[in-house]
């Protein structure tokens, strides 16, 4: 059983950053971010494989999100500039073991209890 713990979420302004944590009790896995806002179903953001040497984005976040992984740590981070109102979500990490249909929710084995982003405006 792989536990995942996310942090780092908080309220900001429209322009500033944060980075999100995602902490995993094991390692060798790929990694993927993922978010749910109200009433809206639950959508990709971010992936990288064991390496970290592939990631892969979202449009709608692309050239504002990076993803990164740090192995002495088991950890994958998500770092986010110029973040905007429509960013805002809870946002889950997931992990999984199989190379296919990253940007699918429904092909990833553990998801972390999320964290809340609240952009303003």
């Known amino acids: 059983q792989v536990q995942l713990v996310e942090s780092g979420g908080g309220l900001v302004q429209a322009g500033d950053s944060l980075r999100l944590s995602c902490a995993a009790s094991?390692?060798?896995?790929?990694m993927g971010w993922f978010r749910q806002a109200p009433g809206k179903e639950r959508e990709f953001v971010a992936f990288?494989?064991?390496?970290?040497?592939?990631?892969d984005y979202a449009d709608s976040v692309k050239g504002r999100f990076t993803i990164s992984r740090d192995y002495a740590r088991n950890t994958v981070y998500l770092q986010m500039n110029s973040l905007k109102p429509e960013d805002t979500a809870v946002y889950y990490c997931?992990?999984?073991?199989?190379?296919?249909?990253?940007?699918?929710?429904?092909?990833?084995?553990?998801w972390g209890q999320g964290t809340q982003v609240t952009v303003s405006s």
């Open positions: 997931a992990a999984r073991f199989t190379y296919s249909t990253i940007r699918s929710p429904k092909g990833y084995n553990y």
């Open positions: 094991g390692s060798g896995y790929l």
């Open positions: 990288i494989d064991w390496s970290g040497g592939s990631t």
